[in-house]
């Protein structure tokens, strides 16, 4: 048997994290056993110097933007460096208020002095609060003293009550023979852009309105920095963000409620909606004031009375708080896991249609000491089970994952399960998305499950960390949005030709997915097709659950990616 190489995936994952931690420019450390400087990585050494050229040419932009007056170009081109255009052509065709503009094609000629080039594409993003980023994700040696990077720029303003838009890609040649000069840029040529230009807003934040005196509260105001120094240790505080957020009419006064999962040591909000609009806490008087760590929480009517009730994933118990039909809760019924690795976040489905509502938990890892390390870091089946908790009525649920076949590659790193009815049959299925590995596509056959994610082109094996459904191209069957990671330097270094050059194709091909970022699988009468790069959905940055919406009520399916995680140095990586 062919032993496997783990040096690859934890460089790869190493370079992911550490893309939001350090200084920009940072030298490499040599203390780090995952540093690039031992073994020679050319495009991570590159890197820093190249980006620090393109931050200057940003700060040339933002200011051009802002003034309407390019003055002279930093000192970063060679002296005969060329462009093509880096405006789009075409005409603005209109998607609701926005207007867009969008060149799929690359550019052809790079003949313009970069002045030239670079004048007119500022021009298309002038305004106020100008931003302009660079970021390079791909890397190639041309030749000795040169070096191809794809480049993906993204610049906004403000334009009055409005917004402007541009996102690009850009080959950017650069000239490295330059002594103890950083390198310098030769040519730009335009991969494919687009433009969007709004008048008014699309959105505008009302917490304070809505909140009132709650947001001066601190529990509000505060992060998990704050909070890690202040809260007892053995309380085991949670700086991953994990905590979930639940809507619904809690008290009957036909006005959505919201549940707040606050984490280890402060308490949940029940915010109750007031006549006038704003929020009211009530959570102590209701008993659910919770302390635990809470993270997925869903308000659903579970015993059909009704009235909706609350659930919550406390440590590995599933906590249903039964509602007696003003927003008061009484009863407690407790599901607990088998062990102790706590449930992440829950879905509720009448899977065996049966007439109510039963419960499905997710766990991500085990508690004890070194048995949550994911092995191996792209294929990890060494986590905690998932279970489903049959409603079998009177407030019983019984849990029947094994019965019902759900215990099929059921030992993933699991972050979220979401339903629909994919193949059409009557009955829900299950989507099952899983950090470090192949996602779960449970078909529902009647009651009984059967994992079909391999057979239908939908296991995107990387960091599935959401899922959406919805009709997407509006041919009447679910598609599937998986959100991952996208990591600009994971690309960079994995998409290498010399990057694990002794696994085999399939294997390597799994570890650079971790990179690769979010995956739209368009429906095809039961199979799946990738159309996330055709669509332009790919890159979400550090995605986590999205959710399919028509905000704009053109009847077409939208998508919110939120994304982030750790803020560092660099703001803008993840």
């Given at each position: 048997?062919?032993?496997?190489?783990?040096?690859?995936?934890?460089?790869?994952?190493?370079?992911?994290?550490?893309?939001?931690?350090?200084?920009?420019?940072?030298?490499?450390?040599?203390?780090?056993?995952?540093?690039?400087?031992?073994?020679?990585?050319?495009?991570?050494?590159?890197?820093?110097?190249?980006?620090?050229?393109?931050?200057?040419?940003?700060?040339?932009?933002?200011?051009?933007?802002?003034?309407?007056?390019?003055?002279?170009?930093?000192?970063?081109?060679?002296?005969?460096?060329?462009?093509?255009?880096?405006?789009?052509?075409?005409?603005?065709?209109?998607?609701?208020?926005?207007?867009?503009?969008?060149?799929?094609?690359?550019?052809?000629?790079?003949?313009?002095?970069?002045?030239?080039?670079?004048?007119?594409?500022?021009?298309?993003?002038?305004?106020?609060?100008?931003?302009?980023?660079?970021?390079?994700?791909?890397?190639?040696?041309?030749?000795?003293?040169?070096?191809?990077?794809?480049?993906?720029?993204?610049?906004?303003?403000?334009?009055?009550?409005?917004?402007?838009?541009?996102?690009?890609?850009?080959?950017?040649?650069?000239?490295?023979?330059?002594?103890?000069?950083?390198?310098?840029?030769?040519?730009?040529?335009?991969?494919?852009?687009?433009?969007?230009?709004?008048?008014?807003?699309f959105f505008a934040d009302r917490s304070a309105a809505v909140l009132g005196e709650l947001a001066e509260d601190p529990t509000l105001c505060w992060g998990a920095e704050y909070w890690n120094g202040r809260i007892d240790a053995l309380g085991e505080p949670n700086l991953m963000g994990h905590q979930g957020i639940a809507v619904g009419d809690l008290n009957g006064d036909g006005l959505d409620d919201l549940y707040v999962?606050?984490?280890?040591?402060?308490?949940?909000?029940?915010?109750?909606?007031?006549?006038?609009?704003?929020?009211?806490?009530?959570?102590?008087?209701?008993?659910?004031?919770?302390?635990?760590?809470?993270?997925?929480?869903?308000?659903?009517?579970?015993?059909?009375?009704?009235?909706?009730?609350?659930?919550?994933?406390?440590?590995?118990?599933?906590?249903?708080?039964?509602?007696?039909?003003?927003?008061?809760?009484?009863?407690?019924?407790?599901?607990?896991?088998?062990?102790?690795?706590?449930?992440?976040?829950?879905?509720?489905?009448?899977?065996?249609l049966d007439g109510d509502l039963d419960i499905y938990g997710v766990r991500y890892v085990e508690q004890s000491y070194g048995v949550s390390v994911p092995l191996p870091f792209h294929d990890a089946n060494n986590g905690p089970s998932n279970h489903l908790m049959r409603n079998d009525g009177d407030d019983r649920f019984v849990d029947v994952t094994a019965a019902v076949g759900l215990d099929q590659n059921n030992r993933?790193?699991?972050?979220?399960?979401?339903?629909?009815?994919?193949?059409?049959?009557?009955?829900?299925?299950?989507?099952?998305?899983?950090?470090?590995?192949?996602?779960?596509?449970?078909?529902?056959?009647?009651?009984?499950?059967?994992?079909?994610?391999?057979?239908?082109?939908?296991?995107?094996?990387?960091?599935?960390?959401?899922?959406?459904?919805?009709?997407?191209?509006?041919?009447?069957?679910?598609?599937?949005?998986?959100?991952?990671?996208?990591?600009?330097?994971?690309?960079?270094?994995?998409?290498?030709?010399?990057?694990?050059?002794?696994?085999?194709?399939?294997?390597?091909?799994?570890?650079?997915?971790?990179?690769?970022?979010?995956?739209?699988?368009?429906?095809?009468?039961?199979?799946?097709?990738?159309?996330?790069?055709?669509?332009?959905?790919?890159?979400?940055?550090?995605?986590?659950?999205?959710?399919?919406?028509?905000?704009?009520?053109?009847?077409?399916?939208?998508?919110?990616?939120?994304?982030?995680?750790?803020?560092?140095?660099?703001?803008?990586?993840?």
């Amino acid at each position: 048997m062919r032993r496997t190489s783990y040096i690859g995936p934890v460089v790869l994952c190493a370079l992911m994290v550490a893309a939001c931690t350090g200084e920009p420019g940072d030298p490499p450390s040599a203390a780090s056993p995952t540093d690039p400087v031992h073994d020679d990585w050319r495009a991570e050494l590159f890197e820093p110097p190249a980006r620090r050229q393109l931050q200057r040419l940003g700060a040339w932009a933002e200011t051009a933007a802002a003034s309407g007056a390019p003055g002279p170009l930093p000192s970063i081109f060679t002296p005969d460096a060329r462009s093509s255009s880096l405006v789009i052509e075409g005409d603005t065709f209109l998607h609701g208020s926005t207007r867009v503009l969008f060149d799929p094609k690359p550019a052809e000629q790079c003949t313009l002095e970069p002045l030239d080039a670079l004048t007119p594409w500022v021009t298309t993003f002038r305004g106020d609060r100008v931003r302009v980023g660079f970021k390079i994700v791909s890397f190639a040696a041309a030749a000795a003293d040169r070096v191809m990077t794809t480049v993906r720029v993204e610049a906004s303003a403000r334009r009055g009550r409005g917004v402007r838009s541009h996102v690009a890609q850009w080959d950017v040649e650069w000239l490295t023979d330059t002594g103890d000069s950083p390198p310098r840029i030769d040519r730009i040529r335009r991969l494919h852009a687009e433009s969007l230009a709004v008048d008014g807003t699309f959105f505008a934040d009302r917490s304070a309105a809505v909140l009132g005196e709650l947001a001066e509260d601190p529990t509000l105001c505060w992060g998990a920095e704050y909070w890690n120094g202040r809260i007892d240790a053995l309380g085991e505080p949670n700086l991953m963000g994990h905590q979930g957020i639940a809507v619904g009419d809690l008290n009957g006064d036909g006005l959505d409620d919201l549940y707040v999962a606050m984490g280890t040591g402060l308490p949940n909000k029940l915010l109750i909606r007031q006549p006038d609009g704003t929020v009211r806490d009530t959570a102590n008087a209701a008993g659910v004031a919770w302390l635990d760590d809470t993270k997925g929480v869903l308000i659903i009517d579970t015993d059909n009375d009704g009235d909706k009730d609350l659930l919550a994933a406390i440590g590995n118990t599933i906590v249903l708080a039964k509602n007696d039909g003003t927003g008061r809760f009484e009863r407690i019924v407790q599901m607990k896991a088998p062990t102790s690795a706590p449930f992440y976040s829950l879905s509720a489905v009448d899977f065996d249609l049966d007439g109510d509502l039963d419960i499905y938990g997710v766990r991500y890892v085990e508690q004890s000491y070194g048995v949550s390390v994911p092995l191996p870091f792209h294929d990890a089946n060494n986590g905690p089970s998932n279970h489903l908790m049959r409603n079998d009525g009177d407030d019983r649920f019984v849990d029947v994952t094994a019965a019902v076949g759900l215990d099929q590659n059921n030992r993933r790193f699991s972050l979220i399960g979401a339903w629909a009815d994919y193949d059409r049959d009557g009955d829900p299925d299950l989507y099952v998305a899983n950090d470090f590995g192949r996602n779960n596509l449970y078909r529902n056959d009647g009651g009984t499950f059967t994992d079909v994610a391999a057979e239908t082109g939908t296991e995107d094996q990387a960091a599935g960390m959401g899922v959406a459904w919805a009709d997407y191209d509006a041919d009447g069957d679910f598609d599937l949005y998986v959100t991952n990671m996208y990591s600009a330097a994971g690309k960079r270094v994995a998409y290498q030709p010399r990057f694990q050059q002794g696994l085999a194709p399939d294997e390597r091909s799994a570890i650079q997915r971790h990179a690769l970022g979010n995956t739209l699988f368009v429906n095809d009468d039961g199979h799946f097709r990738d159309r996330s790069d055709h669509a332009g959905v790919r890159m979400g940055r550090w995605g986590w659950g999205s959710i399919f919406l028509d905000w704009d009520n053109d009847a077409q399916e939208d998508l919110l990616v939120p994304n982030g995680f750790l803020t560092g140095a660099l703001e803008d990586d993840l």
